[in-house]
């Protein structure tokens, strides 16, 4: 079996940090990071379907905040995400690994 790895793009409007509400919401998008999401022990054959299944559950969208999917794969179920390897290497532990999603 193997796994599938979502990224996810974080952006955040600062234009909406001074709007009252009324009218249009300012629009000034910055990018503030991403995610890592992973479905366990999927079917590669069926890896789109898992996609599908999942992509809402990676999302969100409103006037102050933006989370997208940029980017999904299948991967080993040894894969470990950069921010894993990362902790890995210098915690010698995974204390905040990629979020798992059922699918």
């Not at 532990?93 to 999603?101: D, E, G, S, V």
Request: glycine share 6%; aromatic share 12%.
């Amino acid at each position: 079996m193997s796994k599938l790895l979502i990224t996810t793009q974080v952006r955040e409007n600062y234009g909406a940090h001074d709007w009252d509400g009324q009218g249009t919401c300012p629009q000034y998008w910055k990018c503030k990071g991403g995610s890592d999401y992973v479905v366990l022990d999927i079917d590669v054959n069926k890896a789109s379907d898992v996609y599908a299944a999942v992509q809402s559950k990676c999302e969100q969208h409103d006037d102050y905040y933006v989370e997208s999917v940029i980017d999904w794969e299948v991967v080993a179920d040894d894969y470990l995400t950069y921010d894993e390897r990362d902790q890995l290497e210098y915690d010698g532990k995974i204390t905040y690994p990629a979020k798992q999603l059922a699918a």
